[in-house]
């Protein structure tokens, strides 16, 4: 390396103008070579010895300036080589540095993995060297397996399989046995809650407790706060909530790691976690370690770097043709979303890998690492699109990568692939109708609307229906207009196709008969919408029931007989509806798009193409894909059905793996009473919930 380093900057001497090499002593070539060993040397131990340093500050800035600050430092050292160096009078411009810097960087990664990819002894010693390293204040690693779980953030079971048939995943189609070779997993669909985001799916899948969690947005009115969960305090808050009332740590908490989660899973080891992006002090704050471990190397840093700016082109360029063809659906992808999907699909790609590559070496028992990218891309590209298809081949190289790693381990491992929802496509609920959600339901609360909501037919039927609705004795009317009755504007939120109602003054959730006293109109023109499939509200008569088109109302205590609005949204359904109308912070009123069964489109309430969130298609089918040596999901070949019966799954599975003794997290299904189930019948809350 140290002499392709040599090389590299001889070359790059010759052919740039602003860079020269020459020897105190001489201008001979073998005086110019040694110059240039030197400074090449030099350069590789100030990498070495100063860049971790410099990373530990580079911590400090915003991950999405990274890319920038690292050409720059690069060249900042390259520069510090050559004024140090004594044999050497070397020269160059910023500009040049920056530019010499990152050509050497790259030679010099290519140059170890080639050299690696080569000779299969030197790269094990190297693997077992670096484990060594890591073992060195640890215990020594027991021989029972351990277990990875890799999470593809919103492949579909369906988008999996066609992925396969195409050979877009050459890993996990060998896996399957679709290339010939005896199958070494299964392919599992399993069926999320009606609240189909990362959110409430691994929350329930390494904590083994999603309950109240409502959808990815929501309104808690006893907080008086928006909650989201991607954001930092909210995640951190979910995750106390779900610790306290499942009683244990999380799936991760004997010897685990969890990297780039929005939750711990109570992992010793966290990297690039959200639920703890807030702590500033104390060890536990580990979330952005992983970025230290993987730039320390500042080969790594250039890559990255490179990719991600690579990336950026990747997205302007695909955005532009999209256009240019006149797609269909299509959503704004400018601004600042380039860096945003560069980011998802290089950079937190390149450290999640690198921290499990790591994880497998220290030979630690559990891993759940979530890479995210295919899920970024999706939103604005489409599930099925092209551009998606892309980023799946790399992320199959990235398990590839995982799988080679594993087999010089110092334990065996087994790797589970799993997703925590899919994706449904379908063209925006604003881009059909010419108004958001939120201006419909101010339409149909007789408030203000913008201009252009105002003259579409949603707009101007909602505005109908309220005239119409307020054709009431005028002693009723004079009443509602006092001032002291005024009540405060609707909050409306988005999460996929899912959206969310509540009236912030009133401190309880508030029932369908207190809503049609306030706002007459409104759930007759939300329900009649013909891009809504139905409502979900609380009856003072029925406890809680669902409303349709054309004045359908179904009871939840009878949708098992009688599915009604939701029969296009299959059998599962039914107890997903209920389940989330038990939630304390479930909203007054809780809208799920149109859903056509025969396309699998649905509409999404935030702009996006490919959406999740809500029940409809394939937001609800992801997929575990494991190994044949653990023990089926579910008996008789049934599907899993919501992520606490995900999280009871891989528990079991590691406990299959477990050292003889070692204490596991008790399932949710060994603490509910006999015959108990998730989600009870209309007016009995679930799991003996107040």
């Known amino acids: 390396m140290w002499a392709a380093s040599t090389v590299t900057m001889l070359v790059l001497a010759g052919l740039l103008p602003d860079f020269r090499i020459q020897s105190e002593d001489g201008d001979s070539a073998t005086d110019t070579a040694v110059a240039a060993a030197a400074g090449a040397g030099a350069f590789g131990l100030l990498s070495a010895l100063v860049w971790p340093a410099l990373v530990r500050l580079l911590l400090l800035v915003p991950a999405l300036v990274l890319g920038l600050l690292v050409f720059f430092l690069n060249g900042a050292l390259l520069l510090l080589a050559l004024r140090l160096n004594p044999a050497e009078r070397g020269a160059a411009a910023w500009e040049t540095a920056v530019v010499v810097a990152a050509v050497m960087s790259a030679v010099a990664s290519a140059t170890g993995a080639a050299l690696a990819v080569r000779d299969d002894d030197a790269y094990r010693r190297r693997l077992h060297r670096l484990a060594h390293r890591r073992r060195r204040r640890a215990p020594p690693c027991p021989s029972t397996p351990g277990t990875v779980f890799l999470q593809l953030d919103g492949v579909g079971h369906d988008v999996l399989r066609d992925a396969v048939a195409k050979g877009l995943v050459p890993t996990l189609a060998r896996w399957l046995g679709e290339d010939g070779s005896p199958a070494t997993h299964r392919l599992t669909r399993w069926r999320t809650d009606w609240s189909s985001q990362t959110g409430a799916s691994q929350l329930g899948i390494l904590h083994g407790d999603n309950h109240d969690v409502p959808a990815f947005r929501w309104y808690e009115k006893d907080r008086r706060e928006v909650m989201v969960c991607n954001r930092p305090s909210t995640a951190a808050l979910l995750q106390h909530r779900a610790e306290a009332r499942a009683g244990h740590g999380g799936l991760l908490r004997r010897d685990g790691a969890s990297r780039g989660n929005l939750f711990s899973g109570g992992a010793g080891e966290q990297a690039l976690v959200l639920s703890i992006a807030t702590r500033r002090r104390g060890r536990e704050n580990r979330s952005r370690a992983g970025y230290f471990a993987y730039f320390s190397d500042p080969a790594n840093a250039v890559r990255t770097a490179l990719s991600f700016v ?381």
């Open 310 to 690: 690579a990336e950026v082109g990747r997205e302007v360029g695909q955005s532009a043709r999209a256009r240019c063809r006149g797609d269909r659906p299509r959503v704004s992808r400018g601004g600042l979303y380039p860096l945003v999907r560069a980011f998802a699909t290089v950079v937190e790609r390149d450290v999640v890998v690198a921290a499990v590559m790591g994880d497998l070496l220290a030979g630690r028992s559990s891993v759940y690492a979530d890479l995210v990218a295919y899920d970024e891309v999706a939103h604005h590209s489409g599930p099925t699109s092209h551009d998606a298809e892309k980023v799946l081949r790399r992320l199959d190289r990235a398990v590839g990568l995982i799988e080679k790693v594993a087999e010089h381990a110092p334990r065996p491992y087994r790797i589970v692939v799993l997703s925590d929802h899919g994706q449904s496509p379908g063209e925006t609920f604003r881009a059909r109708y010419g108004l958001t959600l939120a201006d419909l339901v101010r339409a149909g609360c007789g408030l203000p609307v913008p201009r252009r909501a105002r003259r579409t037919r949603s707009g101007a039927e909602a505005r109908s229906a309220v005239r119409a609705a307020l054709r009431i004795p005028v002693e009723e009317r004079e009443e509602r207009s006092r001032p002291e009755r005024r009540r405060r504007e609707p909050i409306v939120l988005a999460s996929g196709n899912l959206g969310l109602v509540s009236f912030p003054d009133v401190p309880h959730r508030m029932s369908r008969e207190e809503i049609d006293a306030r706002h007459p109109a409104l759930l007759p023109t939300l329900a009649n919408h013909p891009g809504i499939g139905f409502l979900l509200v609380r009856s003072e008569e029925h406890g809680g029931v669902v409303l349709g088109a054309r004045g359908v109302e179904t009871p939840l205590a009878r949708l098992d007989r009688e599915p009604g609005p939701l029969a296009p949204f299959g059998p599962a359904a039914a107890a997903a509806v209920r389940r989330t109308h038990t939630f304390p912070h479930t909203a007054d009123i809780m809208i799920n798009s149109f859903h056509d069964p025969a396309d699998g489109e649905v509409l999404a309430f935030e702009e996006q193409i490919g959406s999740h969130g809500g029940l409809g298609g394939a937001q609800s089918e992801p997929f575990l894909l494991s190994p044949l040596v653990l023990g089926p999901p579910e008996p008789e070949g049934a599907e899993p059905v919501g992520a606490e019966r995900v999280h009871e799954v891989l528990a079991r599975w590691l406990g299959e793996t477990a050292e003889p003794g070692a204490r596991l997290p008790r399932s949710r299904a060994a603490r509910r009473p006999a015959g108990a189930h998730a989600a009870e019948p209309d007016g009995v809350l679930g799991e003996g919930r107040s």
